[in-house]
């Protein structure tokens, strides 16, 4: 039932930005948690933000907090994550998930979309 599509990952330079987007279809964002998570080389994958549209509450992960923002367009039904000064920690398959939990822990969410890869380069 529920469907969610990532996409806009691509190779950067260090310093730049790029801004993903999540659509979310068969379910309300009134009804789920939204969640932007990642995969790094060699490294378990790692929550990094959440969004509850309704009341507009968003938490980040330390990694991100600062850089990264998590935002929707209910016009479109996405979620984005704008990330900005990118560096090559920042380099994975980012993920976004629906939950009916709040926060970004990875067993809380069910529901998982396609990864799109981020590379960032020095």
């Known amino acids: 039932e529920v469907q969610l599509q990532a996409s806009g990952g691509g190779s950067v330079q260090a310093g730049g930005s790029l801004r993903l987007s999540c659509v979310v279809s068969?379910?309300?964002?009134?009804?789920?948690?939204i969640g932007w998570f990642r995969e790094a080389p060699g490294k378990e994958r790692e929550g990094l933000s959440c969004i509850q549209n309704s009341f507009n509450k968003t938490k980040h992960s330390d990694s991100v907090k600062g850089r990264f923002t998590i935002s929707t367009d209910n016009a479109k039904n996405a979620v984005y994550l704008q990330m900005n000064s990118l560096n090559s920690e920042d380099t994975a398959v980012y993920y976004c998930?629906?939950?009916?939990?709040?926060?970004?822990?990875?067993?809380?969410?069910?529901?998982w979309g396609q990864g799109t890869l981020v590379t960032v380069s020095s």
């Open positions: 068969g379910v309300s964002f009134d009804d789920y948690n």
């Open positions: 998930a629906a939950s009916t939990r709040w926060g970004t822990m990875i067993a809380a969410y069910d529901d």
